[in-house]
């Protein structure tokens, strides 16, 4: 918010600036000692006046920074190898769910803030000069939202801050005020406060002035001070268990929790102010979430020498090698560069007709050098020799050799060629990895302190800021996004994953990042797999799922899919043991159910085939019994075919009788057709006996 300047007083504002002074006094060695270092490391490493010395005499002064490459190495290093971050438990109102959720937001404040940039940038300053930091604010989703993130900022320049000369922790968890300076033009802040005053009580600098480095006639010194307050309250309990101290809305959030004041005491509230301000007026000023100073040092190597502490970096103690190392470089460099060239020895007169040629042979690369055989009295000569300079001096090379064995020696890191070399193994290669890496341990370590110093504060702001319902990105250890509503309410009023209560701790793992991790667990995995195929089935997606070729996610969800014990709901409230040995009993059940199915299979299947026999048998039967009926028929038709064809035979005799005998007497036609049709009535009465005979005897008949 704007700050009313006419109701503060002059010692509000001189607050800033005394404790500037303060810094300046405490730390002004330091900081010289440290912007040296800086401007070593950038390449500005010969003493000024040797280098002008040289200028004068055109003689040249080489830098060959090796310094700078040990940095990167370490610096390096560190971009590879991010501690995780583990959050606990510390009383009964947490859970370990809710903890995960916490961890998740955090990593998503890291990763929305860019954290890696902060972490990098104060890393390196602390190992290149002493100390870097970086800082926490907090801003607005977007412009129309009331919502807020947390942020990871970079602090580009560690000059810009004044620390707190009276913390002595690694981590700075003990500051009470901090400062952050930035000059700027005067338009400049004109243009982002039209309020304010860049003009007044300005004079010119004199002696004992102590606002003339916060003001000049073009720009203004323009300060975001943090300082702790402590201040006696109220403190409240209230009928859910809770105890808050009393803020602007304290009652109406009483009112609409429906909640009620068991018990109260007197205790003191530690709060942090924050105010923008010159050296003229204040411009901003408000508390800010939580109890600790949102800026975070990182710390090279720390000594206290008398009552003064001594800060610094990698380069402070390598500057006397790196030093000797360019001027013997820069000797060597010289000696063969002045060297005389080359000279030719050949008798006068064998350079007759080719004196151009033998002017420019140490500057020329002719292929053919031609000379006469005879000198200038026509008597024979030799060829011309070559006469060779003196090599640069050995000593020169072998003081070069050494300096630069000093120089790995103040720096803790071994040239990779001056190691044992041939064939050793391995763990042997992994012991001088470590060696390298123990002896500037102490800058990761220091920034290991200050990641979990970091977190801490974060847990600290995360009920002020995170106070509402929403939806937010949380991201799991392994990197995968998800989207979580914290602070909801359901139907029953109670609050789920509700991350303003309880104490939570943060845990740092130092080891390898994640990365690294799921490398070395493929490389432990594929000899296990090996040794016991049944493993697989088991654990197949998990080493899939740690692989990094394209692909190898798909796999891992397709072997998921068939694996019970894969199939772990993160979200569930049952532990993952317990869906482990449900999942592993659901998958007794299903075998055992297969083999009831099976079972049940084989005993119908011996039923059909019973049947089976049965009815080929009643088939059979039934076969045998059409048979014989058919042969019975066939029978009785083949008899009466046999009637009627004795039938037909005789009637066909007696027409043809008859019609011999009429036409031997000349018998009358009438009496012909009647003799006919006498047999053929009596040859009808024979078929039908015959029929009769055969439906009898046939066993349909019965």
Excluded at 146 to 154: A, L, V
Excluded at 266 to 288: C, D, H, M, N, P
Excluded at 347 to 372: C, F, M
Excluded at 511 to 525: D, I, N, S
Aim: net charge negative; aromatic share 8%; hydrophobic share 35%.
């Amino acid at each position: 918010m704007d700050y009313d300047n006419s109701l503060d007083d002059r010692d509000t504002i001189n607050e800033a600036v005394n404790f500037w002074n303060l810094c300046n006094d405490a730390d002004g060695t330091n900081r010289a000692e440290a912007l040296n270092d800086i401007r070593f490391g950038a390449g500005e490493q010969w003493p000024v006046e040797i280098q002008n010395s040289r200028n004068l005499e055109a003689r040249p002064y080489l830098v060959i920074n090796k310094i700078d490459a040990y940095i990167r190495q370490i610096c390096n290093q560190q971009r590879m190898q991010t501690p995780g971050i583990r959050v606990h438990g510390m009383n009964n109102e947490t859970s370990e769910d809710r903890a995960q959720i916490i961890e998740n937001i955090i990593r998503h404040i890291e990763v929305n803030s860019n954290a890696d940039v902060a972490y990098d940038t104060a890393f390196e300053y602390a190992v290149r000069m002493g100390w870097g930091y970086w800082r926490l604010s907090t801003r607005y989703v977007r412009e129309d939202s009331y919502n807020q993130e947390i942020y990871i900022d970079p602090i580009i320049n560690p000059f810009s801050v004044y620390f707190d000369p009276n913390s002595v922790l690694p981590d700075g968890s003990d500051s009470d005020r901090a400062l952050i300076t930035t000059v700027m033009r005067k338009k400049d802040l004109k243009a982002e406060h039209p309020n304010a005053n860049v003009e007044a009580n300005f004079t010119q600098t004199s002696t004992g002035d102590f606002t003339a480095a916060w003001i000049t006639k073009e720009d203004i010194r323009v300060a975001e001070f943090y300082k702790k307050e402590r201040k006696k309250e109220t403190l409240y309990l209230l009928s859910n268990g809770k105890s808050t101290f009393a803020d602007e809305d304290f009652k109406e959030r009483l009112k609409r929790y429906k909640l009620e004041i068991v018990d109260e005491r007197e205790s003191y509230r530690t709060r942090v102010k924050w105010r923008k301000q010159t050296a003229i007026e204040i411009l901003e000023e408000k508390y800010i979430p939580g109890i600790y100073i949102p800026i975070f040092p990182v710390y090279g190597a720390q000594l206290i020498v008398g009552d003064r502490p001594l800060k610094y970096g990698l380069i402070r103690y390598a500057k006397d090698p790196q030093r000797m190392y360019n001027f013997w470089r820069t000797a060597m460099t010289e000696s063969v560069a002045l060297a005389p060239k080359p000279k030719w020895l050949l008798v006068e007169g064998q350079d007759e007709g080719h004196e151009n040629e033998w002017s420019t042979a140490n500057i020329k690369s002719d292929p053919v050098l031609r000379y006469k055989q005879t000198d200038i009295e026509g008597k024979p000569a030799p060829a011309p020799q070559r006469l060779q300079p003196e090599p640069p001096p050995a000593g020169i090379m072998e003081a070069s050799a050494a300096i630069s064995s000093d120089l790995q020696m103040v720096l803790g890191i071994m040239d990779p060629n001056q190691l044992p070399s041939g064939n050793i193994s391995g763990k042997a290669l992994q012991g001088q990895q470590n060696q390298i890496d123990i002896s500037n341990y102490h800058f990761y370590s220091n920034f290991i302190r200050t990641r979990r110093h970091t977190a801490k504060v974060i847990l600290n702001w995360l009920p002020e800021v995170y106070d509402t319902e929403r939806v937010i990105r949380t991201i799991s250890a392994d990197g995968r996004p998800d989207l979580t509503t914290i602070n909801q309410m359901n139907e029953v009023g109670e609050i789920l994953n509700d991350v303003t209560v309880g104490e939570y701790d943060i845990v740092i793992d130092p080891g390898p990042g994640f990365e690294t991790k799921r490398q070395q667990a493929v490389e432990a995995m594929m000899p296990l797999l090996g040794a016991n195929e049944k493993l697989f089935d088991i654990a197949g997606d998990l080493v899939f799922r740690n692989m990094d070729f394209a692909g190898a996610d798909v796999i891992a969800d397709r072997l998921a899919a068939a694996n019970p014990l894969a199939q772990i709901d993160s979200k569930s409230k049952v532990p993952p043991e317990i869906q482990m040995k449900m999942a592993q009993a659901d998958q007794t059940i299903k075998a055992m159910q297969q083999q009831l199915q099976m079972m049940q299979l084989e005993i119908k299947n011996r039923n059909q085939v019973a049947m089976i026999k049965e009815e080929g048998a009643t088939k059979r039967k039934l076969m045998e019994v059409t048979a014989e009926a058919h042969n019975t028929e066939t029978m009785a038709e083949v008899k009466v075919n046999d009637q009627n064809t004795r039938a037909i035979t005789s009637q066909n005799k007696s027409e043809i009788d008859g019609i011999v005998q009429l036409l031997l007497h000349h018998m009358d036609t009438n009496r012909l057709e009647k003799e006919i049709e006498r047999r053929n009535l009596e040859q009808y009465g024979y078929t039908e006996f015959a029929k009769q005979d055969v439906d009898n005897n046939s066993p349909r008949a019965g």
